[in-house]
Each structure stands twice: as C-alpha cells, then as structure tokens.
C-alpha cells in the first residue's frame, strides 16, 4: 500500500505508485481515480491537478513503463553484442524479466488499453524499446541470403509476439496456465525454433 504521503512537488509521481500498486491488484480497469487518490493520501480534486482522468494517470505508469523497459531492452541487446544471435537472443530475455520485475507498468503498457499513441511521449518511448528489437532483427537476418530473408519488421514482431506470449500465459502466473518447463526454457527453445526455421541455427543446435 502507498499512503505515505508526499511532500510538495511529488504528488504526480505518489498518484502514479498508487496507480501501480492497484492495477497489480485489481486490474487496469478495477479502481477509479478516486481510489488511486486514496492510496496516495489526497483528495480527488489533488488528482485533477495533474490528470483529467484514470486513463491519463495509467498512460503515465505505461510511459514511465516504457522508459525502463527501453533501458533494459537495449543494455541487453548491448552486452549481446558483439554477436548479432546473442544480442537478439538477450532481448528476448529483458521482455521476460521485465514483465516480472515490473509487473503493474508491464499491465499498463500492454493490457489496460492505452494506445501506444496516446501521446507523443508515450509514442516516441514506446518505439524506441520496441524499435530495440527490429534493430536486433535487422543485424541478425543479414545473415540470411537475401531470397529467404523475412523483412525485419516482421521479424521482429514474430519474436514480439512470441515473447509477449509466454509471458502472458507462463511467465506472471496467469491462473490455471501451467507449463513443466520455465518460461526461460520457453522463450529460449522457442526461439531456437524460429532461428533454425530461417537457417541461422544448425539443426542440433
């Protein structure tokens, strides 16, 4: 619970922790403006001060989101490097720890609703992470002869949507989803798959 107060200046940020921790609780669409002023330790109308309504206050959280899932994003592809398979590799990795290390932002970003669009903000931090992985995409498919290489957009969001599911399913205990393999295992022998499918794996690899 967040009700610690805040001292002059801090309310926008206290309003957001609020938010988190009540998304992680109820959901996105589970508590009202007035709830998140509760957990912060103000009046609704403080609210208003700084966002007209709940979807503005959980496009902040989805923003902020954003800006730490972009730095994780790209110290993996970084650390991966100089190898562009273990660079793509690593990305991979950062959406899975992502989403558990931050789970309330991950919900905000990617099950509440807001559109990516929202803001220009929201919009420019939103594809620079996601843009981390089409530049992987892109280093890794020159390795492919020109004739069988998917475009990078493409494959980047295959890998997107790859990730994103076993997260969703495996990865934040979705209930009654149960899987006798990690969801690193998962999303590494997944991708494994999908590498070898364009001929940038050997077969027993």
Not at 7 to 30: S, W
Not at 94 to 107: D, M, N, T
Not at 158 to 187: D, M
Request: hydrophobic fraction near 40%; charge should be neutral; aromatic fraction near 8%.
């Amino acid at each position: 619970m967040v009700k610690q107060g805040y001292h002059h200046g801090n309310l926008r940020e206290a309003l957001v922790r609020a938010c988190l921790q009540l998304i992680e609780d109820k959901g996105p669409t589970g508590f009202t403006l007035s709830e998140a002023a509760r957990e912060a330790g103000v009046t609704p109308a403080a609210v208003y001060r700084h966002f007209e309504g709940r979807e503005d206050l959980i496009a902040e959280a989805a923003r902020q989101g954003f800006e730490v899932f972009a730095q994780m994003m790209e110290s993996a592809f970084a650390d991966g490097q100089p190898s562009s398979l273990k660079a793509f590799e690593a990305t991979g990795r950062a959406y899975l720890a992502f989403a558990r290390q931050f789970p309330g932002h991950y919900i905000a970003m990617f099950e509440s609703g807001i559109s990516m669009q929202r803001t220009p903000e929201l919009a420019a931090i939103s594809g620079r992470a996601l843009g981390v992985l089409e530049r992987a995409a892109v280093a890794l498919s020159r390795h492919i002869p020109a004739e069988r290489r998917p475009p990078p957009q493409m494959f980047a969001a295959h890998i997107w949507a790859l990730s994103h599911g076993v997260v969703e399913l495996f990865g934040r205990g979705t209930p009654g989803a149960k899987s006798p393999f990690p969801p690193e295992q998962l999303l590494e022998s997944g991708i494994g798959v999908y590498l070898r499918g364009l001929g940038l794996l050997p077969p027993d690899s």
